[in-house]
């Protein structure tokens, strides 16, 4: 089958309902999608341990995970890219200062350093359950992405101010989203363009945060949840339902790919 463009979909807020599963008439549309040429990816914030369980009967098999950290294609991982262990520890320490918890994301597993009510908060707000306390999993771990938890935008600008060498998305109320600046979204969709041989092929974008606005940019056609950001919604060239109201088939059907 010849491969008519390829279609990219943030999870939550976007292809996941409020209960972070997918509606059975998104499923079969995901179907129809590919069976008529269209290759459907998945470009979220969540590591794959985060997503297997979600998305294992589903057709999609290609990712963009932890906000670009990691790119797999056809169930095989073409990219990683992890935290040095002292950009960490500088990190740990000074939300430790501020007694601010984070989140540490590894390849297979995902830790807090404490709880508190915001991570229990943060956790609620994308349906995630509560994982391991280990302060110490940077020093036995590699860590690809970590959360901040804190309600406080102000302490959003100090890190931003303090490590240029990261990228922020604050992604709920209670929690802030942090990998490399060199990575995105955005970023690795033209990495895996590159690793497919399909550099000229068309690009279709679903999304709702932050950490889509770039992502939804650079696509040829970029779709905005009905439930999107405004920044997000400023930069799509059409704003759909909600992602409780069947708006990624909207979508779909906007452009003529189902």
């Known amino acids: 089958m010849i491969l008519q463009s390829l279609v990219f979909f943030d999870l939550d807020g976007t292809?996941?309902?409020?209960?972070?599963?997918?509606?059975?008439v998104v499923e079969e549309?995901?179907?129809?999608?590919?069976?008529?040429?269209?290759?459907?990816?998945?470009?979220?914030g969540r590591p794959y341990s985060q997503?297997?369980?979600?998305?294992?009967n589903t057709i999609i098999d290609t990712y963009i995970l932890v906000n670009g950290q990691t790119i797999i294609f056809e169930g095989k991982v073409i990219y990683n890219s992890s935290f040095d262990v002292d950009e960490i520890r500088e990190f740990h320490r000074l939300a430790s200062r501020y007694e601010i918890p984070l989140a540490l994301y590894g390849e297979n597993?995902?830790?807090v350093t404490e709880v508190t009510d915001t991570v229990q908060n943060a956790l609620n707000y994308f349906n995630i359950p509560m994982p391991k306390v280990d302060s110490n999993y940077f020093m036995?771990?590699?860590?690809?992405?970590?959360?901040?938890?804190?309600?406080?935008?102000?302490?959003?600008?100090?890190?931003?101010k303090l490590f240029p060498s990261m990228n922020f998305y604050r992604t709920s109320p209670f929690s802030v989203d942090v990998i490399h600046s060199h990575n995105s979204k955005a970023r690795s969709i033209d990495k895996l363009k590159t690793h497919m041989l399909a550099e000229g092929s068309?690009?279709?974008?679903?999304?709702d945060g932050l950490n889509d606005v770039e992502m939804l940019k650079n696509a040829d056609f970029s779709i905005a949840m009905g439930n999107a950001i405004q920044e997000a919604k400023d930069v799509s060239d059409i704003v759909v339902s909600s992602n409780n109201e069947?708006?990624?088939?909207?979508g779909l059907k906007y452009y003529n790919l189902i």
């Not at 068309?202 to 999304?207: E, K, L, R, S, V």
Request: hydrophobic content about 45%; overall charge negative; proline content about 3%.
């Open 140 to 160: 036995h771990s590699s860590v690809l992405m970590m959360l901040l938890f804190t309600e406080n935008e102000e302490y959003d600008n100090l890190f931003k």
């Open 246 to 250: 069947n708006g990624i088939i909207e």
């Open 29 to 44: 549309a995901l179907h129809k999608l590919k069976l008529n040429g269209h290759l459907p990816i998945i470009a979220t």
């Open 51 to 56: 997503i297997k369980n979600i998305l294992d």
């Open 109 to 111: 597993s995902h830790v």
């Open 15 to 24: 292809l996941l309902n409020k209960d972070s599963f997918i509606e059975p």
């Open 202 to 207: 068309t690009t279709y974008a679903f999304g």
